[in-house]
């Protein structure tokens, strides 16, 4: 705490007005005395002697003349061993122990340790005596589940430190010392195994950051083959509410190639958020057999939370993710939804009467979004090894409008675009990513050759639908309707996943290079069929059968077995494999 001080003048909602003599700086933390309780909040304006400070608490209660004390800190996230496995709201208390404190409804005011502070680990020193060391390099290692977990020189550490003094190798908690620096002045600066970092600070204690070339496998088919995902890169899932976004969410945290897992649940609605919760302990990861959560935090504050609660939310948990990249993992942050942080943006301006931009959100709500998405990033770490956090965020734009203020402001920038769409979700079509809307600057597990050509037959197939929509199927050419059930065929045995089922969800990168190829054998094929009717009736045996061969071990007995009948069907009314499709299946 400071000596500065100050006394409530005004509420207006979530924002409270304070005037107070001293310093104070933007951003702080300060606590509102409230009879028993002091009420967390932070400076987001300051004008002359009163600062607005928004509270991350409900504000019943607040009257003027009440006493505000101010911090000197910035809003901090505490980092450490620990966290892995935890689940957060978006001021860093573990919800699970909030409970026990307070009971099925959490009142206000009570704030809990992020870290056990009491919990031995077993420390292993890597840096010795005399070595000079800077601000996210490290002194030793914990074991944390699956993870070594690296015990960093603090990041807010300026300059070189030469190690005086470092703890053997044994048991200590947060609150023991376990290194003592030395920096260029002579100074001595004790560091544990924890430390705290200001949230809307970007960690940048790295190297270089690397353009994002490689690409972070979901296997979900959909996505690695047409609209890829880069690790280190950013993308974003708008779509209507009930379309799938969360659950797409799941899938792609259960399988995506990646070390850690960071669900920012930053406003979404409690029955989602419970189901969360609830489901994710009970995920296995095909990784190690064991719990999905060994390898995941989360950070949850519902849309019933006080609405600054959401944007503390969002930066805790970026935070945090370019916390385990510096140790040279790649992190996955899903965040969701950020239109309810946005709508959180909306609210705290409306209160600060700033001149509102369209649809009444903030003018620089654009420049907001931007920052945390460009957090995302691969980097090359001072000892030569890379780690990455790439940002996946939803949008839950108002009637699945994609014209929208916040959606419009997402998708400048980030680098993929995955839309889902009512119409594909009502007809239970998942993922139901639009692959006409959707799009993607990455590049993919799949030659663009390909992509390209199955590309073509699906807008070729589309435009024939469309028109089988006026003209009906008997004013369709033989020719056309070919085309438009091979575009359908693509769509169910390609597109299509189903993510209760662990072959057909797990996609590995050879099984979609294996399965597309065959399926452009297909698409590039003249059949010798007669009518529309022998048409619908081969290609629908063929669709089943591609269906049937998803849901079978790759290259088990059951998967040649159906192979071996794909070919014979195929085989039973080949005409002739177009040039094109022979070439692209000789590169």
């Known amino acids: ?38 009420l967390k909040s932070e400076v987001i304006r300051i004008r002359g002697n009163v600062a607005q400070l928004q509270v991350y608490e409900m504000t019943k209660g607040i009257k003027a003349g009440d006493v505000v004390e101010f911090t000197g800190d910035l809003l901090s ?9 935890q689940v957060y709201d978006g001021l860093q208390n573990p919800l699970p122990l909030l409970a026990e404190k307070a009971g099925w409804f959490l009142e206000k005011g009570i704030y809990v340790d992020p870290l056990d502070k009491e919990k031995q680990w077993e420390f292993t020193p890597t840096a010795k005596p005399g070595d000079v060391l800077k601000a996210g390099e490290y002194v030793g290692t914990v074991p944390e589940g699956p993870f070594t977990h690296k015990i960093f020189v603090p990041f807010y550490l300026l300059g070189s430190y030469t190690v005086k003094d470092i703890a ?19 100074n001595d600066v004790k560091i544990g195994l924890s430390f705290k970092w200001p949230v809307k600070r970007a960690v940048n204690c790295y190297a270089e950051r690397l353009a994002p070339t490689e690409t972070m496998v979901t296997k979900v088919r959909l996505i690695d083959t047409f609209f890829p995902v880069a690790r280190g890169g950013t993308y974003c899932i708008p779509g209507p509410f009930g379309a799938g976004k969360t659950v797409l969410q799941h899938t792609t945290s259960k399988y995506a190639d990646v070390d850690i897992v960071i669900i920012a649940a930053c406003g979404e609605r409690a029955g989602e958020v419970v189901e969360t919760l609830t489901e994710f302990p ?60 946005a709508q959180a943006l909306r609210e705290m301006s409306g209160r600060l009467e700033e001149i509102p931009g369209e649809e009444a959100f903030p003018a620089y709500m654009e420049s907001y979004i931007a920052a945390f998405y460009e957090r995302a990033g691969q980097v090359r770490l001072s000892d030569g090894s890379k780690g990455s956090v790439t940002i996946g965020g939803t949008v839950s734009p108002a009637g699945g409008n994609f014209e929208e203020p916040v959606t419009q402001a997402t998708l400048k920038v980030v680098g993929a675009f995955h839309g889902l769409s009512r119409a594909r979700s009502d007809a239970r079509k998942y993922p139901a990513i639009d692959p006409i809307q959707s799009w993607s600057k990455y590049h993919g597990v799949i030659p663009e050759k390909k992509v390209t050509y199955c590309f073509n037959i699906l807008k070729k197939g589309v435009d024939v639908g469309s028109m089988m929509k006026v003209v009906g199927e008997e004013g369709t050419s033989l020719d056309d309707y070919l085309v438009y059930l091979k575009e359908e065929m693509l769509d169910a045995v390609y597109f299509q996943q189903n993510s209760f089922d662990a072959i057909d969800a797990n996609a590995t990168v050879e099984r979609q290079k294996y ?46 077995k159906i192979e071996k009948e794909i070919d014979d069907l195929y085989a039973s009314k080949s005409g002739k494999l177009t040039a094109e499709a022979e070439n692209l299946l000789k590169a």
């Open 168 to 186: 053997p190798q044994g048991s200590y908690t947060l609150k023991d010392t376990i290194a003592t620096l030395t920096d260029e002045k002579g």
């Open 1 to 38: 705490m400071t000596d500065t001080k100050g006394k409530v003048v005004g509420v207006n909602g979530n924002m409270v007005s304070v005037e107070f003599d001293g310093t104070v700086s933007m951003n702080e933390v300060a606590y509102v005395k409230v009879e028993d309780s002091s």
């Open 515 to 560: 399965d597309l190829d065959k399926l452009i054998k297909i698409l590039g094929s003249d059949f010798t069929l007669s009518d529309k009717d022998e048409a619908r009736t081969y290609f629908n045996q063929l669709r089943q059968k591609f269906i049937d061969w998803n849901y079978t071990e790759f290259e088990g007995d059951d998967f040649k």
């Open 282 to 341: 009970e995920l296995k990861d095909p990784k190690t057999g064991k719990s999905l959560m060994e390898r995941t935090i989360i950070i949850c504050n519902t849309s019933s939370m006080p609405v600054a609660s959401r944007e503390a939310s969002v930066y805790t948990s970026v935070t945090l993710a370019e916390y385990y990249r510096q140790m040279g993992l790649n992190v996955l942050l899903l965040a969701d939804s950020t239109s309810r942080w």
């Open 77 to 85: 996230a505490e980092l450490g061993p620990g966290l892995l496995g």
